[in-house]
């Protein structure tokens, strides 16, 4: 019963912080503008696939979000508060996982002082409150961590155990799905922001039972073909051309501008390496 207020409790914190000042002001700068007017045009076309911007592709990022917050239009109309629902939800759900890793790796009072940490932070509400990819790029990031704190330590309060014990294979399986969704919400760079860390972290911590797990050699197949999958898709959708754009255009160039100057034509403004801090 203990456990059922807690959980109720921080639902409840975590509600009226996603929900708060949805709709009380217009959407803003041109990224709001240009997310919402594509996740708009899917459900106005019905083309869930291939993201479009007036009438024409916009491929820096895979169709994931466009498409929940498309359908969300659909559901409940058009609307600033709509645009930003699936941030909002996205926001929701990151808060209630780091309130159950605090719970996880240290004690009950712990989840709550993680939640109202993460509420505290100001780019976690400035971005948690807008109609972007980002912050459904964090709650995947967020499940990716939460999966494999419980694939290292199956029972609660691991601390700083080393994880040299049992393992949860299904859990670990887990990372791989949060990593294809997040490949699905921005592309490339989703893998690696929920890979990356992991990795570093099962190396440094030496986690070995977690690197040499037998769940790798089915989760990683999924992952290429989840990331193969929607590549694949638009080339049929939208042509050789559309398929260029994303891969090339939208990725590599993106990166590696020097590859072939003036390809990348984005909505960024700054090089790769500008936002990678």
Not at 175 to 190: D, N, P, Q, S
Request: one cysteine or more; glycine letters at 12%.
């Amino acid at each position: 019963m203990q456990s059922r207020r807690d959980w109720l409790l921080a639902l409840g914190l975590a509600s009226l912080f996603a929900f708060t000042g949805l709709g009380n002001h217009p959407l803003r700068a041109s990224d709001e503008p240009r997310v919402a007017g594509i996740a708009w045009e899917a459900q106005h076309t019905g083309n869930w696939l291939v993201p479009h911007l007036g009438g024409r592709p916009f491929l820096e990022h895979p169709p994931l979000y466009y498409a929940a917050s498309g359908a969300c239009m659909a559901l409940l109309g058009a609307s600033d508060a709509v645009a930003r629902l699936p941030s909002a939800i996205a926001s929701l759900l990151t808060l209630l996982l780091v309130f159950s890793l605090g719970r996880r790796l240290a004690d009950r009072s712990a989840g709550f002082a993680a939640l109202l940490v993460l509420i505290g932070v100001g780019g976690f509400f400035r971005y948690s409150h807008r109609a972007l990819v980002d912050p459904m790029l964090m709650l995947f990031a967020t499940l990716g961590v939460y999966a494999c704190v419980r694939a290292i330590w199956p029972s609660s309060g691991g601390g700083g155990r080393t994880g040299d014990g049992a393992l949860s294979s299904g859990w670990l399986l887990g990372v791989y799905l949060a990593a294809a969704l997040a490949y699905w919400v921005k592309g490339f760079v989703g893998v690696a922001v929920v890979g990356g860390p992991i990795a570093i972290d099962v190396l440094i911590a030496r986690r070995w039972r977690a690197l040499l797990s037998p769940a790798h050699w089915v989760g990683l197949p999924l992952l290429i073909a989840a990331c193969a999958a929607w590549p694949l898709l638009l080339r049929e959708r939208g042509g050789e051309a559309a398929y260029q754009e994303f891969m090339l255009a939208n990725g590599l160039y993106r990166v590696i501008p020097s590859a072939a100057e003036g390809a990348y034509h984005g909505g960024h403004q700054h090089a790769f390496l500008y936002y990678l801090p």
